[in-house]
């Protein structure tokens, strides 16, 4: 090996992180996804996680690819291979490198002096020189260098070729030239790899087959997935990052699925709005006349879809939201993840409001969760939130394959058809017929008898305007009624306690990897745990009883505030000296070793104290 | 409001439209505006026009936001669904619910308050998206449920109740429509139903958006000597320009015209709107040279009314998206899923 050399190295074959440091914009996705995906092809567990700016072309941006032979989802918090591209970076990369790594980077350009780290391996490629020397234009250039890393790591990783260039040519398969060109890149990497180093590592790939049954999907494509197969028509919104791959994927899957190859007609309508303001009302006015309609947004569109989230609430509109939530307060950092809108959904807008809230943990629950949002908005008469996040939204996830039956009818809720009015002696729209707390509603254009007027002024359980204290309260408290039916309908909670532990973990959404890694890895410090993981708001009876099962609970989740376990003590009999915060929220996502060290910095000092105590005893 | 229901009595000698049903049968619920407010006079001519081009009742929807004029969509046609939202966002209301059924009649009232200040932004986007609805602004210059604040529709110089001037410029809804690119733009006076109501058919039945901006004095806010939205000063300002009277396909045009007055414009259904010229050179088909005849009379302290642009060659939203003829909302599950077979394509990708 070239330069300093850190001596003895562990062999970890299919166990090891990867992490790439680029500048954007210069095409390092299509190699990290080419990366990523030759080593799921091997069938090997993987997962890759993007840290890109709020910016087109220039700024850092990084990429970590794991691979994990027991299948594990979250990241790991080691960097064992850094392939340091960035010249910006580079000091703050070679930090990263645990112990034992390696850093690869760009010799063209030798930086002796920054890059000293006694116990790492530094591997240098003259990645520049051989790409200028091969290829001709400064943007190829640019752009094959980065397919040239791919090819050093191949040979170090002992990456099949071939598979390689198979998911070239699907990739280009329209452009077949550059087909040759990125192989020609991957090559010169490869070659050079070969030549120049002990190849391959002892960190490396080996096929298995733990891929069969899977996907590499990100969250907003599996939510569009959803939507589509929900049934929905209408589609608004106004662009906000990281929500828009939700759109663009809707329309890209409408674009193949509903369009009739005759006529050139669509069945489904893709509106941008002005604002998310406009893309929420055109949401409730489509949900209200009868067609399927959801938005997708973040916080800060949250934000500012409010007051309209209270009419649809109170006049009991359906509406379907998608909250790929980011970094705040205000505009924050716009492409990191946090779980901050926890709040927020739960009682969005003023006066008495509760909203139904999903909490999906990765891309595959996005898909089932986003159908189920569309049952249960229609079922209740109410906006549904789907709180995913950026990490689920933009990330690629190894997932089950997603399954569909099609024995699936949508639940339309308690909707009239023009007969079922008829034989009404007359139809009121907030009438509790049912003594569920749900009321029945028509479409316009059906029958005069059946019209009736929606507002979100003060109105009676007849349908009629009203200032009248009476009348107000008997509507106000039919909504809590109807809150008490959501308890039964929504997805219930996740529960593991084989552990049959007093001590629990309590959290919602995308720290779920992270959380199951973390158990194993507790296990192996004698530490055995219960775990919850929330699936919906409001909570169902299984939440309040885990609670009151186990004497420490630490709640996981991604934000400064503590939110979701605000919302636990809010909304449940919990005690709340016995919710111990583990709260992860530097716009990264939350790694298992930083929830065992939270939960170890917290039991240590008890069995110690416990020890103590029954010695003295 | 509308907590008063109006008894369904209609006398035997009432007329009947093609459905058999009487004007009583397009009204609404008895109206709790002030007595004399003009918006109760908009609320009476759409009833009349709905009535006359007989409308199914519960084919009409009516829209919108918050004010006073946001009231009157409970006071006529009770056969159709109604939706009071919020303030100044009825337009994206609108829009979903069209998006969701194109076969339905959309009717959106909204205020120079909801249209023009909060809404201003929400207008001038379903313009430009070309909704097909008729949107009737009631438009007084100041704000009623909330007692006498200038609305952004006052002119320069015009009084408040309690003698405060107001010093700025005003935002025409009509101007403003013609630059956006909207193709039905009309300005009316609640007080001149023989010219309101052919306006609204013909609203009704334009393909795309129509406005109708009805000036329509507040009795209680701003019907003082010093405004210049009063009964009064409405009366004596407005000059009717363009008047249209709206023939439906199924009927003869009976009027007597005289040749070279008149200029027939025929609709997307074949209805013809008959325009009457009634001010020297206008021309309600010509965008630019309309725009400028209409400022220079503001100028001069004067609204032109009538039909003052027209065009009927555009293609509103649903054109524009390709969704089919039959509404989204009533399309069958069948047609929108991909089923088991069709994911197991898709996910192909995925591998």
New interface residues.
């Given amino acids: 090996m070239s330069m300093s050399s850190s001596g003895a190295v562990d062999k970890r074959v299919n166990d090891f992180a990867i992490k790439i440091a680029t500048v954007n914009g210069t095409g390092s996705a299509s190699a990290n996804t080419l990366l990523m995906k030759s080593i799921?092809?091997s069938g090997i567990p993987v997962m890759g996680k993007n840290y890109f700016p709020s910016n087109i072309q220039g700024l850092p941006t990084w990429y970590e690819i794991r691979v994990t032979k027991d299948g594990y989802v979250a990241r790991s918090g080691r960097v064992d291979i850094m392939v340091a591209m960035n010249a910006e970076t580079y000091a703050k990369d070679v930090k990263e490198v645990t112990p034992g790594g390696f850093l690869i980077y760009d010799s063209t350009w030798p930086r002796p002096a920054l890059l000293k780290r006694e116990d790492i391996t530094v591997l240098g490629v003259p990645l520049a020189r051989l790409c200028n020397e091969n290829f001709n234009g400064v943007r190829t250039r640019i752009l094959m260098k980065n397919i040239c890393y791919a090819g050093v790591l191949a040979a170090l990783l002992d990456l099949d070729l071939e598979l390689i260039r198979k998911l070239l040519a699907e990739t280009y398969a329209k452009k077949p030239q550059l087909v040759d060109s990125n192989m020609k890149a991957i090559q010169l990497g490869h070659d050079f790899a070969r030549q120049n180093f002990p190849c391959p590592l002892p960190l490396h790939v080996q096929r298995m087959d733990k891929t069969a049954g899977h996907?590499?999907?990100d969250g907003n494509?599996a939510a569009a997935?959803g939507c589509?197969?929900a049934?929905?028509?209408?589609a608004?919104w106004y662009p906000i990052t990281p929500s828009t791959s939700v759109m663009d994927a809707y329309k890209g899957?409408c674009d193949r699925?509903?369009v009739?190859p005759q006529?050139?007609?669509?069945?489904?309508?893709?509106?941008q709005?002005?604002?998310e303001?406009?893309?929420?009302?055109?949401?409730?006015?489509?949900?209200?006349?009868?067609?399927r309609?959801f938005t997708a947004t973040s916080g800060p569109g949250i934000s500012l879809m409010n007051?309209?989230l209270g009419?649809a609430y109170y006049a009991e509109v359906p509406a379907v939201i998608f909250d790929i939530q980011r970094v705040g307060p205000s505009t924050g950092m716009p492409t990191r993840t946090q779980q901050c809108d926890v709040m927020e959904c739960a009682y969005a807008s003023h006066g008495d409001t509760r909203h139904v809230c999903l909490y999906p943990a990765n891309p595959e629950e996005c898909f089932y969760m986003a159908v189920q949002a569309f049952d249960l908005a229609e079922r209740l008469q109410t906006p549904v939130f789907v709180l995913s996040d950026l990490d689920i939204g933009m990330n690629d996830w190894m997932c089950r394959?997603?399954?569909?039956?099609?024995n699936?009818?949508?639940d339309r809720g308690k909707v009239l058809d023009k007969e079922a009015v008829e034989k009404l002696e007359k139809f009121y729209r907030y009438l509790d017929k049912d003594g569920d707390g749900i009321g029945y509603r028509?479409?316009?254009?059906?029958?005069?008898?059946?019209?009736?007027?929606?507002?979100?002024?003060g109105h009676t359980q007849y349908g009629?305007?009203?200032e009248d204290s009476v009348e107000y309260q008997i509507l106000l408290d039919r909504l809590l009624k109807k809150w008490d039916t959501a308890k039964k309908l929504v997805p219930r909670a996740v529960i593991d306690a084989t552990a049959g532990s007093d001590i629990g973990i309590v959290s919602i959404g995308s720290c779920e990897g992270a959380i199951h890694e973390a158990m194993d890895i507790l296990k192996t410090h004698d530490v055995a745990v219960d775990y919850m993981r929330v699936r919906s708001f409001p909570f169902s009876e299984d939440v309040e009883r885990f609670l009151a099962t186990h004497k420490l609970v630490f709640v996981v989740e991604q934000n400064r505030d503590a939110q979701f376990r605000a919302l636990l003590t809010l909304e449940t009999a919990v005690e709340k000296a016995k919710l111990r915060s583990l709260l992860h929220y530097n716009g990264l996502p939350i790694s298992s070793t930083f929830i065992v060290d939270g939960v170890l910095a917290e039991i240590r000092p008890r069995d110690l104290a416990r020890r103590k105590d029954a010695a003295a005893g | 409001?509308?907590?008063i229901t109006k008894p369904k009595v209609a006398h035997p000698s009432l007329p009947r439209n093609e459905l058999g049903f009487t004007r009583r049968d397009y009204e609404g619920a008895l109206s709790t505006l002030c007595a004399g407010c003009g918006h109760d006079s908009i609320t009476a001519a759409i009833t009349e026009a709905c009535w006359d081009l007989s409308l199914?009742?519960?084919?009409v929807?009516k829209?919108s936001g918050i004010g006073c004029s946001s009231k009157t969509?409970?006071y006529f046609v009770?056969?159709?669904?109604?939706?009071?939202?919020?303030h100044g966002?009825m337009?994206?209301?609108?829009?979903?619910?069209?998006?969701?059924?194109r076969?339905?009649h959309y009717i959106g009232v909204s205020g120079d308050g909801d249209t023009l200040s909060i809404g201003l932004?929400?207008f001038?986007?379903a313009i430009r998206?070309n909704v097909n609805m008729l949107y009737i602004i009631e438009n007084n210059g100041v704000y009623g449920l909330t007692k006498g604040q200038f609305s952004a529709s006052a002119d320069i110089g015009t009084k408040a109740k309690k003698g405060e001037t107001n010093f700025q410029p005003p935002i025409d809804p009509v101007l403003l429509a013609m630059t956006l690119g909207a193709s039905f733009v009309a300005r009316s006076f609640s007080g001149d139903k023989r010219q309101l109501v052919p306006l609204i058919q013909a609203g009704l039945r334009h393909k795309g958006f129509a406005l109708i901006d009805v000036l329509s004095p507040c009795v209680t806010f701003n019907d003082h000597e010093g405004s210049t939205k009063s009964y009064a000063y409405t009366r004596e300002h407005y000059e009717p320009a363009v008047h249209a009277d709206f023939v439906p396909l199924e009927r003869e045009i009976v009027a007597d015209y005289k040749e070279g007055e008149t200029l027939p414009v025929v609709m997307h259904d074949g209805s013809r709107i008959v325009l009457r010229k009634l001010e020297q050179g206008y021309d309600p088909t010509n965008r630019i040279a309309a725009a400028v005849q209409i400022q220079e009379r503001m100028k001069a302290g004067e609204y032109l009314t009538g039909l003052l642009y027209v065009e009927e060659s555009e293609s509103e939203f649903?054109d524009i998206?390709?969704?089919?003829d039959e509404p989204?909302?009533?399309?069958p599950?069948e047609?929108?899923?991909?089923?088991?077979k069709?994911?197991e394509k898709?996910?192909g990708r995925?591998?």
């Avoid at chain 1, 049934?231 to 209408?234: H, K, Y």
């Avoid at chain 1, 406009?278 to 006349?289: E, L």
């Avoid at chain 1, 394959?401 to 099609?406: F, R, V």
């Avoid at chain 2, 009770?78 to 919020?86: E, L, P, T």
Wanted: glycine share 10%; aromatic share 12%; charged share 15%.
């Fill in positions: 799921f092809r996907i590499l999907i494509t997935l589509v197969f049934g929905a028509t209408v608004a899957f699925t509903r009739d006529t050139g007609k669509k069945n489904f309508a893709f509106i709005a002005e604002d303001l406009a893309a929420i009302g055109m949401v409730i006015g489509a949900m209200w006349n009868g067609a309609a007051e309209f009419l394959d997603l399954k569909w039956d099609d699936y009818r949508p028509t479409f316009p254009g059906v029958t005069p008898k059946g019209a009736y007027f929606t507002r979100g002024s009629t305007y009203t | 409001m509308t907590y199914e009742p519960q084919n929807v829209l969509t409970a009770s056969g159709g669904h109604g939706f009071n939202s919020v966002r337009p994206s209301i609108a829009m979903g619910a069209n998006a969701a059924n076969a339905l932004g929400q001038c986007h998206r649903h998206n390709a969704t089919p989204l909302n009533s399309l599950y047609a929108l899923s991909p089923g088991s069709g994911l898709i996910l995925y591998r």
